[in-house]
């Protein structure tokens, strides 16, 4: 049986390799390197009136998602779809993220979730969610001891 010599650097590159596995397979790359699903990135405003919520999801239609809101988050789903070609003469390399995402955004207060609207405009989805007038006009004196 023949020792190999001990390689610090080695060990280092393993854990980079196991760590990047791990993230991989956290936002849904398969073994084989295909990617599965996408977490499209939100950003969430907040005025006296209401919440507004953007979605980034380029490359969707609007009848591809599915938003469904209760008074306290803001759940959407769709799927981004890939398009089938072929390539006779060389490699095909593809970054873009296929397949199916959900997000479930909690919201900080209270909506009144019959009256959401929705704009669907450049690749981001827009929403607009009212608050309820209790949380409006909630303030709340605060005692000083």
């Given at each position: 049986m023949r020792l190999a010599p001990y390689s610090p650097f080695r060990e280092i590159e393993t854990m980079q390799r196991q760590i990047n596995r791990l993230f991989d397979n956290l936002v849904g790359f398969?073994?084989?390197g295909y990617n599965t699903s996408?977490?499209?990135a939100a950003e969430i405003e907040e005025t006296e009136q209401a919440l507004h919520l953007k979605l980034e999801v380029p490359g969707l239609e609007p009848k591809d998602l599915n938003?469904?809101?209760?008074?306290?988050?803001?759940?959407?789903?769709g799927e981004r779809k890939s398009e089938t070609r072929t390539e006779e003469q060389g490699m095909v390399r593809s970054e873009f993220r296929y397949g199916k995402f959900q997000r479930l955004i909690p919201l900080p207060t209270?909506?009144?979730?019959?009256?959401?609207?929705?704009?669907?405009k450049d690749g981001i989805l827009h929403l607009t969610l009212p608050k309820t007038e209790e949380e409006k006009n909630k303030v709340v004196k605060v005692t000083i001891q």
């Open positions: 398969t073994e084989d996408f977490i499209p938003v469904e809101v209760t008074a306290d988050a803001v759940s959407i789903s209270r909506i009144q979730n019959n009256n959401v609207q929705a704009e669907y």
